[in-house]
């Protein structure tokens, strides 16, 4: 599966992004997708993911209650709202596939990565 990350940005503290990341290939529906993040010098880190059906979410307890992954299987795409940004949600931002869960948080050998896509919160 390839996948394109987009909806980047430089956005004020206090406001809102939309990232969108769009899949090809076969069998998106087959495949967890979640998103990560990297900040220079430090790991990638794990924000999010989604089921299969959409049905199950997952997120790291610091973006609780202000990320919110969806997909559509329909259009093979999967979004990442981001709400309340904050200076420190400033990263590049990457989108992933995996075959589970479990595989999406500890296996990173089965994921499939987009390119990265920055986002940039000012003060």
């Known amino acids: 599966v390839q996948l394109q990350a987009s909806g980047g940005g430089l956005v004020q503290a206090g406001g809102s992004l939309n990232l969108s990341c769009a899949a090809s290939?076969?069998?998106?529906?087959?495949?967890?997708m979640g998103w990560f993040r990297q900040t220079p010098g430090k790991e990638r880190e794990f924000v999010g993911a989604?089921?299969?059906?959409?049905?199950?979410?997952f997120y790291v307890d610091s973006v609780k209650g202000r990320f919110t992954i969806a997909r559509d299987n329909a259009k093979t795409t999967v979004y990442l709202q981001i709400n309340s940004l904050k200076p420190e949600d400033t990263a590049v931002y990457y989108c992933a596939a995996a075959p589970s869960i479990m595989s999406m948080q500890y296996y990173p050998s089965l994921i499939y990565w987009g390119q990265g896509t920055l986002v940039t919160v000012s003060s």
């Open positions: 290939g076969r069998s998106f529906s087959s495949y967890y």
């Open positions: 989604i089921g299969w059906s959409g049905g199950s979410e």
